[in-house]
């Protein structure tokens, strides 16, 4: 599987450790109807592409979430995907045949009817045009579509893949009117055509405009009349400041932990509240292992022992993300402790016992590779921490070196560096998706990583199993084998922010470990 952008990602808004918004969320849905005026999003990123073959970052992941219709979708507060445009669906042929009915009266909001022509029109798109920067890795399980009837579509897969409603209750499932999209090219004119709660009216560099799609049929309930989405385009000082003047009603992604507290502490920001949701977003440390220097597995124990997440968490992000020593993060069906278990707490001493074992005697020269803002724009600030941390016990000679991301990506891709950064923003809630992509043959962390043991055993066994609550123990092994080979270590989980002016609520609907930011759930006034 080759890198895609969901590494392109900035962590979602970060604040100081904040309180939910006291009966945010309590609002009764108002239907599909025009419901409330409409609310102003701020965010830093940027929406690469609206169309959904041609995009795999969370900017364009939002769109597609609020615009397109999925066959299934993820509940509020739920990892378990739902009937959405289809009406029901199931597997057969042990996990390798998946069939959905179509929900009554499904429309575009164009007006064209909406039928499983559609359905098999968008997924073969997907896989056809295999956009660089778009979603078809995820979907490279399927090995063939039919449509016997207008509501019916079945889609024989590879192999057995119980993950597959999850994947296509993503971005990745998003549906597209056949009558207005190319079969082999992407739209290129800024326009949209879905069925989901709403359409895109205009879309520029610096805004996008949804209204309700009156012609939806699912299950969002809108409790507002529209969004108008304000792109900050990575000026955090912007976003921030459109927020306290009152420009926006909600800033969403790109502030960072000092730009909410300077928020929360000025005299003229008063009513702006601080929303917290869970979050899948993980970040890691991650081992080149054919690299000179942190090929050798007790230079990385030596990195383990050392790394001291609790004060990473504390002085560089503000506790507004938690400790990791897993890869699978907390709140996932898999989630472990290995990496804690089997290093614990702090311990130069082990440091020191681990790098002797393998040989190294003196202190370990080492370069920590970092790229300023797409993981987040504290990054740097926490790979110098990182860096402290190793060379405050006497063992490392550790510097930092930050590169812009286009040079950073090449670097990865031709194995200059040996220890580097990397930030994950999971397309869907499962453990599936923090471990499969990061093991084998062009796995997304560019690390030289095999074990057959993973990828031709465990893994396959666990994507074979339709009850996902049964695939724990596979997951731990997987976690045990990666905590003692050291391919990457976890650093942090991060919580989601959003801020908000007083009387908008339902934002803590939107914040969960989807990573669906759902317009609809948002209510102003």
């Known amino acids: 599987m080759k890198a895609h952008n969901k590494w392109l990602t900035a962590p979602l808004a970060a604040g100081l450790a904040a309180t939910l918004l006291s009966g945010c969320g309590t609002e009764q849905g108002e239907g599909s109807g025009n419901a409330g005026p409409t609310v102003r999003v701020g965010m830093s990123d940027e929406i690469v592409a609206t169309d959904p073959a041609g995009g795999y970052d969370p900017g364009s992941w939002l769109l597609f979430n609020n615009v397109f219709q999925s ?22 042929g042990g996990s390798k045949v998946y069939t959905c009915t179509l929900r009554e009266g499904l429309k575009f909001s164009n007006g064209n009817p909406l039928t499983s022509e559609d359905v098999k029109f968008s997924f073969e798109r997907a896989l056809k045009i295999a956009d660089p920067n778009g979603p078809a890795p995820l979907l490279s399980s399927i090995d063939s579509i039919e449509a016997p009837d207008a509501k019916t579509v079945v889609f024989r897969l590879k192999v057995a893949d119980a993950t ?53 049929q699912g299950n969002a309930k809108r409790k507002n009349g529209g969004v108008t989405l304000k792109l900050y385009r990575g000026d955090r000082e912007a976003l921030g ?22 928020l929360e502490n000025r005299t003229d920001a008063k009513g702006i509240q601080v929303v917290q949701g869970s979050s899948a977003e993980v970040q890691h440390l991650v081992f080149n292992v054919k690299d000179p220097v942190a090929g050798k597995l007790g230079v990385r124990k030596a990195i383990a022992h050392l ?27 898999g989630h472990a402790t290995s990496f804690f278990d089997t290093y614990g707490d702090p311990d130069t001493a082990k440091a020191k016992e681990a790098l002797r074992k393998d040989g190294v005697s003196g202190k370990v ?60 923003v999971p397309d869907y809630p499962d453990a599936d998706n ?29 994507a074979a199993s339709p009850d996902r609550s049964q695939t724990g123990s596979t997951y731990n092994k997987v976690q045990d084998l990666v905590a003692d080979e050291l391919p990457l270590l976890p650093l942090w989980q991060g919580k989601q922010y959003a801020v908000a002016r007083e009387g908008v609520t339902g934002l803590e609907w939107t914040l969960d470990a989807s990573t669906v930011f759902r317009f609809w759930e948002i209510k102003k006034g």
Not at 72 to 92: I, Q, R, T, V, Y
Not at 436 to 442: I, L, N, R
């Open 434 to 462: 923090f471990t499969s992509p990061f093991f084998g043959d062009d796995n997304v962390l560019g690390n030289r990583y095999k074990n057959a043991l993973i990828t031709g055993e465990l893994l396959p066994a666990v």
């Open 164 to 216: 597959f409603p999850s994947k296509i209750a993503s971005g990745a499932g998003s549906i597209v009117d056949h009558r207005e999209y190319a079969a082999d090219a992407l739209r290129t004119d800024g326009k949209a055509a879905g069925s989901g709660p709403y359409k895109l009216d205009s879309f520029s560099d610096t805004e996008a405009v949804f209204t309700a799609n009156n012609s939806y």
């Open 307 to 333: 790394v001291d997440r609790e004060a990473l968490v504390e002085n560089v992000y503000k506790s507004t993300a938690t400790p990791l020593y897993s890869i699978v993060p907390a709140g996932i069906a």
């Open 365 to 424: 020269k080492l370069t920590l590779w970092s790229t300023p803002n797409r993981f987040g724009p504290s990054t740097d600030q926490m790979m110098e921490a990182i860096a402290g941390q190793l060379n405050a016990s006497g063992l490392f000679e550790a510097k930092v070196q930050s590169v812009p991301y286009e040079q950073y990506e090449k670097d990865i891709d031709a194995g200059k560096y040996g220890v580097y950064v990397r930030g994950w």
């Open 241 to 262: 400041k459109a927020l306290s003047a009152g420009d926006i009603d909600v800033a969403y992604r790109g502030l960072a932990a000092d730009d909410i507290a300077a």
């Open 71 to 92: 066959l299934l979708a993820f509940p509020k507060g739920g990892s378990e995907p739902e009937p959405d445009a289809a009406d029901k669906c199931a597997f057969s």
